[in-house]
């Protein structure tokens, strides 16, 4: 009889310290969006705990939660979105949690400008069962021969740990792309005097995650200091400033333009490519020579083809 070797998960026997039921082992109900959201809460709640210090609130910005790949398949399949509006809610949980904290004179210290969080699954995972790991600073770039160290907190204590997660046990998770949301981080928690005097001579910051390989884990930033840009794909070869071009198959050539209007004193958005969505909205698409403008709120995401993100944020 020829028996399979044991997956690198197994054989450190991290499976039996991580896989710990939360649930009664009877019980085979699988993951509802209620229990997402409390379990999320919860975890948030626990970092604030583990990490604060002094009278400073620090608590994780990134949030990786984990299912079985039934569970998972559940929420794609039948609950498609259920995960944008599950992160909506938990995000207005953590700024009334950190309002709280502000109140009562402790200083908000954020480790980053957004929330990320990731909804992954794992083959050893049974229905019911899920896990968190969380991180300070999302977006960090690790060296292949460094190992990740991650904060769990096990599900059977609820204390937090911390653990050296290399590349090989990682790989272990399967990441979906359905599964990535970002959110930017509200700063009007933080206090004024920590704050920088403003010498910025631009309108707006854009900032993108580029999806493609040779990309893999580089943002790119583009200052808006024009009143009217274009934002490109990789086949752009205008050396105009006013063209914002991102090396990406997955956008169009040219994919949308943004327009201030400063007697409004609000940026505008039309739509030149495949396919645009808007704060989950999907803009109409218009041409570049009659242009259909929609508002574009500061602190939205907008979305090419469904894949390469961009947000907007203020100068």
């Known amino acids: 009889m020829v028996t399979a070797n044991p997956s690198f998960w197994k054989r450190t026997g991290i499976q039996d310290w991580f896989l710990k039921k939360e649930t009664n082992p009877l019980e085979t109900a699988s993951m509802t969006p209620d229990m997402v959201y409390k379990y999320i809460i919860e975890k948030f709640k626990a970092s604030v705990a583990e990490l604060s210090f002094a009278d400073r609130v620090i608590f994780y910005h990134e949030f990786i939660i984990c299912f079985s790949p039934p569970d ?27 309002e709280q904290s502000k109140k009562k004179g402790k200083k908000i210290t954020p480790s980053a400008n957004k929330w990320v969080f990731r909804f992954v699954s794992h083959p050893d995972y049974q229905n019911g069962d899920k896990s968190f790991i969380g991180k300070l600073l999302p977006g960090n770039t690790y060296k292949k021969e460094e190992n990740l160290r991650v904060t769990f907190i096990p599900r059977y204590t609820g204390i937090a740990q911390t653990f050296d997660i290399s590349d090989e046990l990682l790989q272990d998770f399967t990441f979906y792309s359905d599964g990535y949301y970002e959110i930017p981080f509200d700063r009007s928690l933080v206090p004024s005097e920590t704050k920088a005097p403003s010498t910025q001579t631009y309108l707006a910051r854009l900032e993108t995650t580029i999806p493609d390989k040779q990309y893999a884990g580089k943002k790119l930033e583009y200052l808006v200091k024009h009143e009217e840009i274009l934002v490109s794909g990789s086949d752009e070869n205008s050396p105009d400033p006013f063209v914002f071009r991102v090396p990406s198959e997955w956008v169009s050539t040219p994919h949308l333009a943004i327009r201030y209007d400063k007697a409004a004193d609000k940026f505008f958005l039309a739509a030149f490519g495949e396919k645009t969505l808007l704060n989950e909205k999907e803009v109409k698409k218009s041409s570049k020579a009659a242009p259909e403008w929609t508002e574009l709120p500061l602190n939205s995401k907008i979305v090419l083809n469904g894949i390469v993100g961009i947000n907007i944020f203020k100068s």
């Not at 559940?74 to 949690?97: C, L, P, W």
Request: charged share 25%.
């Open 72 to 98: 998972y398949n559940k929420f794609m399949d039948n609950n498609k979105g259920i995960f944008a509006i599950i992160i909506k809610e938990s995000v207005k949980s953590f700024y009334d949690i950190l």
